[in-house]
């Protein structure tokens, strides 16, 4: 029984900085990856970055590499995503999610959290 909370989420302008926080809580996450998803309207669900637990190792995906950063903070079983240098492109309700880190489906996700960029 995993549960994901995000927070962060808001409006900002082009160029404008954002965190978004997950509360991850209900296991221990020494074997899980954890990672962050969006969803664009209209938009099919899209990879943003990952983070394995036990050795911080992390993956972006191209759109946002140089730009957002995923952390974690074991100690209080939080996982971040740091945006910077936002683009009305990365409007979205992003979405923090974890998976055993022996398989690749996604199977517990949170609620989302809307983050929406203006022009």
Same mark, same amino acid.
């Not at 962060?8 to 082009?14: A, H, I, N, Y």
């Not at 990952?50 to 100690?75: E, N, P």
């Given at each position: ?7 962060? &989420?808001?409006?900002?302008?082009? &160029? ?11 296991? !221990? ?5 954890? &990672? ?17 637990? @036990? @050795?911080? @190792?992390?993956?972006? !995906? ?13 100690? +209080? ?9 936002? +683009? ?6 992003? %979405?923090?999610? !974890?998976?055993? @880190?022996?398989?690749?489906? %996604? ?13």
């Amino acid at each position: 029984q995993v549960q994901l909370v995000e927070s962060g &989420g808001g409006l900002v302008q082009t &160029g404008g900085s954002l965190r978004l926080s997950c509360a991850a809580s209900g296991r !221990a996450f020494s074997r899980y990856i954890l &990672g962050w998803f969006r969803q664009a309207p209209e938009k099919e669900r899209e990879f943003v970055a990952a983070i394995t637990w @036990s @050795s911080g @190792s992390t993956q972006y !995906a191209d759109s946002v590499k140089g730009r957002f950063t995923i952390s974690r903070d074991s100690a +209080k079983n939080m996982v971040y995503l740091e945006m910077n240098s936002l +683009k009305p492109e990365d409007t979205a309700v992003y %979405y923090c999610a !974890a998976r055993y @880190s022996d398989s690749r489906p %996604y199977p517990y996700w949170g609620q989302g959290t809307q983050v929406s960029v203006s022009s």
